[in-house]
Nanobody
Framework: QVQLVESGGGLVQAGGSLRLSCAASGRTFSSYSMRWFRQAPGKERELVAHISWSGSTIYYTDSVKGRFTISRDNAKNTVYLQMNSLKPEDTAVYYC????????????????WGKGTLVTVSS
């Protein structure tokens, strides 16, 4: 029912910046909590950032605090991840995920995943 499409990945030198976007289909985007995950080769998938449906609750994993910013625009059904001061350790496939949080909606408790976008940081 819900489709998530990530974009904005690419190749960047250490110290550079990228902004990832995740566009969602459907009419219940405003009720989704949104998360960015990443998975590097040979490593487990890890949570990078979280934003609640209202945007009032935001979480970052320690390794990206001060460098990454998650935001959302419910009018555009889009969540963003601004990544600054990128490091080679940030190289990974980045995934957007959504969770239904409104008990009145049929997608309550459901999780949705995008296909991912590759971020490669050189040096």
């Amino acid at each position: 029912q819900v489709q998530l499409v990530e974009s904005g990945g690419g190749l960047v030198q250490a110290g550079g910046s990228l902004r990832l976007s995740c566009a969602a289909s459907g009419r219940t985007f405003s009720s989704y909590s949104m998360r960015w995950f990443r998975q590097a080769p040979g490593k487990e998938r890890e949570l990078v950032a979280h934003i609640s449906w209202s945007g009032s609750t935001i979480y970052y994993t320690d390794s990206v605090k001060g460098r990454f910013t998650i935001s959302r625009d419910n009018a555009k059904n889009t969540v963003y991840l601004q990544m600054n001061s990128l490091k080679p350790e940030d190289t990974a496939v980045y995934y957007c995920a959504a969770s239904g949080t409104n008990p009145l909606n049929e997608d309550y408790g459901m999780d949705y995943w995008g296909k991912g976008t590759l971020v490669t940081v050189s040096s």
